[in-house]
């Protein structure tokens, strides 16, 4: 009898924890208008923008080629370019940034878009080859 009472308690024990567990939503799981954890980062150019519309989005191609249309709230999303606070307005096409989006409404939502400068033409030579002679005078 003990041994039962014992069994009883584990399984009760273990079901109450799970109860009581932060449950994960993913993007096919969450109810319509609740916003999720955040998603992974985008890295890429920006290929295109609609910051006029209604529904303002900014369109994201990726190394791969993949473009995402990712949402902006021009109330809440944060543009940082040269690490500064910046306004929408400043977001170019052919820019490379980094997109940090969040699930809502069913959607993807730019969090914060971070402009990212690329190096100077060259520069990535000049570090890959740093023992290279230099070349003769003439």
């Given at each position: 009898m003990t041994r039962?009472?014992?069994?009883?308690?584990?399984?009760m024990l273990g079901a109450?924890?799970?109860?009581?567990a932060p449950q994960v939503v993913s993007a096919e799981t969450a109810a319509p208008g609740m916003t999720q954890a955040r998603?992974?980062?985008i890295k890429g150019?920006?290929?295109?923008?609609?910051l006029r519309s209604s529904a303002p989005i900014v369109k994201v191609t990726d190394a791969q080629g993949q473009e995402r249309s990712i949402s902006v709230d021009p109330q809440a999303t944060a543009v940082l370019k040269?690490?500064?606070?910046?306004?929408?307005?400043?977001?170019k096409v052919g820019q490379q940034v980094e997109v940090s989006p969040v699930m809502k409404e069913g959607r993807q939502l730019a969090q914060t878009i971070?402009?990212?400068?690329?190096?100077?033409?060259?520069a990535a030579t000049r570090q890959a080859q740093p023992n290279a002679p230099a070349e003769p005078r003439r």
């Open positions: 039962a009472y014992a069994y009883a308690m584990a399984v109450a924890v799970s109860a009581m998603m992974s980062t150019s920006i290929s295109g923008l609609d040269d690490g500064q606070q910046a306004k929408l307005d400043a977001l971070t402009v990212t400068t690329a190096a100077p033409a060259g």
